[in-house]
Every structure is written in structure tokens, then in C-alpha cells.
């Protein structure tokens, strides 16, 4: 299986100010042929179900705010979002669709300072 | 727009098989491949399969022994059978669709882009 690991674990930042989730890959998820990375991000608010953020590690989904960005390749992999606001609380997690079993990291909890 | 919706026992006895059915809305499910996922209360997120109207279909092999998904075309539905379970298997349990990313004639199955409301189930005797 392919391990993602997400760093931090929980990351509180101030309004306004940019914040940086990681997810590094065991292995790299780059289809070279295709040259496509096979990673996504999701938003998880409480209570809620997931929602997609980015696919192919840096395709905004329609109606995400431009001030969240996705890049990386091969086995790195950011989350960004540029200035924080109080919506954007929430659990972030990665995820590997390059091969399956698809897995997820641990999840990023991002809160208000 | 497509919506997904959840349906089945709330409470499921453990050694029993738990049955879940995702109804979706607004979309046919003859096109896409349809994902079960589940998340444990408080925990993370456990991808369990995918399924596919052609038939193609693919399990988490931590789970494949016990896990059957099958699809109702003229109901616009798919379902999961997880078999033997026990208190680890208590979680909410999310239908989601694989989405696609067309270019010219090229379509790339990609991340599950519509979620289901998620539906907990508890497994208690």
C-alpha cells in the first residue's frame, strides 16, 4: 500500500496569514505517460462529509477559493492557503489515487490562533 | 447536480453483515465508478472499493474477504455487504462518486469529487 503521511498533525495560524499542510507519498504517484500526479485534497468541516479541494495534485474543484493552492510532485506534496479565514477551519486530508488500495494521510486539523 | 444519499441499519449486530444502499440523484450511475468510504468516529479516512455498471470492481484488500458491492441500474443505486463485523467496523459509512477529467476523446477517472451525507454505523450487541 501507499502510505501517505501528512505533516503537521494540527496547525493553528492567525486570519489573514498563510497556512502550509504537507503530504509526502511512499512511494511517487507521477504517471510519468500521462504526467499527471494521482493526489488529492480534501476539506472535512465537523459534521460534514469530505469535500474535494484539488485533484491531480493542483486542479482547483469549481467553487474552491483561488486563495487555496495545490503543487508538488512525484512524493511531495503542499496545501496552501494563502490568507486564512475563519471558513477554512477545518481537517485536510491527502489522498493517493495512483494506485489501490487508494489511501488517505492522517488528516491536518487547521484552526484559528 | 448530482446528489448521493445513504440509506441502511443505524445498528448492526456484531458477526452480522452490514448493508448499506446509496441512492443517487440527478446523474445516472451507468456512467462513473461509485466508492464506498468509511471513517471510524474521531478517525480518519478508509477507503473500502470501488464499482463500476460494467462490473469492474476493486476492494481494499484489508477488507476484500468480507465486502460485496453490487449495482441497481433502473433504481439508480449501488450498494455495500460487509460480512463478520465486528465493533472495529463501527464507523460512518460515506458513498462517493469517482469523478472524470476529459480531454478531447481521453477521460481520466480521478478523486472522489460527490460525497454523500455519510451514515453512521454502530455494530453492538
Known amino acids: 500500500d501507499i502510505v501517505m503521511t501528512q505533516s503537521p498533525d494540527s496547525l493553528a495560524v492567525s486570519l489573514g496569514e498563510r497556512a502550509t499542510i504537507k503530504c509526502k507519498s511512499s512511494?511517487?504517484?507521477?504517471?510519468?505517460?500521462?504526467?499527471?500526479?494521482?493526489l488529492a485534497w480534501y476539506q472535512q468541516k465537523a459534521g460534514q462529509p469530505p469535500k474535494l479541494v484539488f485533484y491531480w495534485a493542483s486542479t482547483r474543484e469549481s467553487g474552491v477559493p483561488d486563495r487555496f493552492s495545490g503543487s508538488g510532485s512525484g512524493t511531495d506534496f503542499t496545501l496552501t492557503i494563502s490568507s486564512l479565514q475563519a471558513e477554512d477551519v477545518a481537517v485536510y486530508y491527502c489522498?493517493?489515487?495512483?494506485?489501490?488500495?487508494?489511501?488517505f494521510g492522517q488528516g491536518t486539523k487547521l484552526e484559528i490562533k | 447536480q448530482v446528489h448521493l444519499q445513504e440509506s441502511g441499519p443505524g445498528l448492526v449486530t456484531p458477526s452480522e453483515t452490514l448493508s448499506l444502499t446509496c441512492s443517487v440523484s440527478?446523474?445516472?450511475?451507468?456512467?462513473?465508478?461509485w466508492s464506498w468510504i468509511r471513517q471510524p468516529p474521531g478517525k480518519g479516512l478508509e477507503w473500502i472499493g470501488y464499482?463500476?455498471?460494467?462490473?469492474?470492481?476493486e476492494y481494499n484488500p484489508s477488507l476484500k474477504s468480507r465486502v460485496t458491492t453490487s449495482m441497481d441500474t433502473p433504481k439508480n443505486q449501488f450498494s455495500l455487504k460487509l460480512g463478520s463485523v465486528t465493533a472495529a467496523d463501527t464507523a460512518v459509512y460515506y458513498c462517493a462518486r469517482v469523478g472524470e477529467s476529459c480531454s478531447g476523446n481521453t477521460c481520466y477517472s480521478h478523486a472522489f469529487d460527490v460525497w454523500g451525507q455519510g451514515t453512521l454505523v454502530t455494530v453492538s450487541s
Open positions: 512511494q511517487s504517484v507521477l504517471h510519468s505517460s500521462k504526467n499527471k500526479n494521482y
Open positions: 489522498q493517493q489515487y495512483y494506485g489501490t488500495p487508494h489511501t
Open positions: 464499482t463500476h455498471h460494467s462490473g469492474n470492481t
Open positions: 440527478g446523474g445516472s450511475i451507468s456512467t462513473y465508478y
